[in-house]
Nanobody, 124 residues
């Protein structure tokens, strides 16, 4: 059974950094994509970043380009989201999700398995 477990969230001041982790287990697929999504209070969940395992290609939402970086540790089967220059509007619960194949934009219905989420709060 596929399981995704996020960690690394917390409270950080504006301009600070955090690194989120998404530990994956139970994969039997050769090619898959892992995406990061977030949901702020009172807002719909939105896509943040995604990485395709087939070629390592990545994509980012416009709101985080240049500030967030997605990466993967193949040995640990863990995907990271390095978040720099954090802003109060980045405050949200962050989720990782996976699907067979390549990244599929930000259509959440295309992602099959989801983690439980980790809270990120950016505040002074």
């Amino acid at each position: 059974q596929v399981q995704l477990v996020e960690s690394g969230g917390g409270l950080v001041q504006p301009g600070g950094s955090l690194r989120l982790s998404c530990a994956a287990s139970g994969f039997t697929y050769s090619y898959y994509a892992i995406g990061w999504f977030r949901q702020a209070p009172g807002k719909e969940r939105e896509g943040v970043s995604c990485m395709s395992s087939s070629d390592g290609s990545t994509s980012y939402a416009d709101s985080v380009k240049g500030r967030f970086t997605i990466s993967r540790d193949y040995a640990q089967n863990t995907v990271y989201l390095q978040m720099n220059s954090l802003k109060p509007e980045d405050t949200a619960v962050y989720y990782c999700a996976t699907r067979v194949g390549r990244c599929a934009g930000w259509d959440q219905k295309k992602y099959t398995y989801w983690g439980q989420g980790t809270q990120v709060t950016v505040s002074s």
